[in-house]
């Protein structure tokens, strides 16, 4: 891969890498299951499927994967339900917020790519306080194909006008990594996100793993506050 000498964009990953959406998106699970008294799943237990979205609520709360019988018809009911209370106890990760305006206070923009559905996103983010509003949004149906494709990050980066090989992409999750590759862009793996239930996140092949939010400045080597440490792969 070429050398990146001069970052010019940070995208990031939605649920797990921006914003910790899984109380929220638990929550409506469990809503659900109620319906069909059906025992309620931990929150510790559902974080780890966060990142798969409905698919992943589905097979943790109900064994369900896409075809089978059922699957749709609690798909619709589990979307309508976590809809109506998207940004409840949903909030910004720590360091985000420093983060972001500390990209913005070295000219380096930034965005959201995520596989959530425009009409989810668009509502939470504007639910969200922000301190910097993002360069570009992303959503999982805004491009042909979804990640882990690199069409929405091609996306991104023609909504920002930047070259892949300035941009960064951080997720929390293996197709985040796999998108961001084949995009050409440099990428880091959110060790504090939801992580999946597969590969560990050192065998995604990022280009750094992230303990912290604020990692990222010391990856793009700009300033730092002391006592953020960067954990390579």
């Not at 996103?121 to 959503?139: R, W, Y």
């Not at 750094?208 to 793009?220: A, D, K, M, Q, T």
Request: glycine fraction near 8%; include cysteine.
């Amino acid at each position: 891969m070429p050398e990146l000498t001069s970052p010019q964009a940070v995208l990031f990953d939605l649920d797990g890498t921006f914003a910790d959406t899984a109380p929220d998106m638990a929550a409506a699970l469990n809503r659900l299951l109620a319906r069909y008294d059906r025992p309620a799943v931990p929150l510790e237990q559902a974080r780890c499927h966060v990142s798969s979205g409905s698919r992943g609520m589905l097979a943790v709360g109900f064994g369900l994967m896409p075809g089978d019988p059922d699957y749709e018809p609690l798909r619709t009911e589990y979307l309508d339900l976590y809809a109506a209370d998207i940004h409840c106890d949903t909030c910004l990760f720590p360091g985000i917020s420093d983060l972001v305006e500390a990209l913005n206070d070295r000219g380096i923009c930034w965005g959201i790519v995520t596989n959530k559905p425009g009409w989810l996103t668009d509502p939470l983010l504007e639910a969200m306080v922000l301190p910097i509003q993002p360069a570009c949004v992303v959503s999982g149906d805004t491009a042909p194909r979804a990640k882990p494709h690199p069409d929405p990050l091609f996306h991104a980066c023609g909504m920002i006008d930047r070259d892949p090989l300035a941009c960064w992409y951080v997720g929390d999750d293996h197709r985040d990594i796999l998108a961001g590759r084949a995009a050409g862009m440099r990428t880091l793996a959110a060790l504090y996100g939801y992580l999946g239930v597969e590969l560990h996140p050192r065998d995604w092949g990022a280009d750094g793993l992230l303990e912290h939010p604020l990692e990222v400045l010391r990856f793009l080597d700009v300033d730092v506050p002391s006592g953020v440490s960067a954990a390579a792969t």
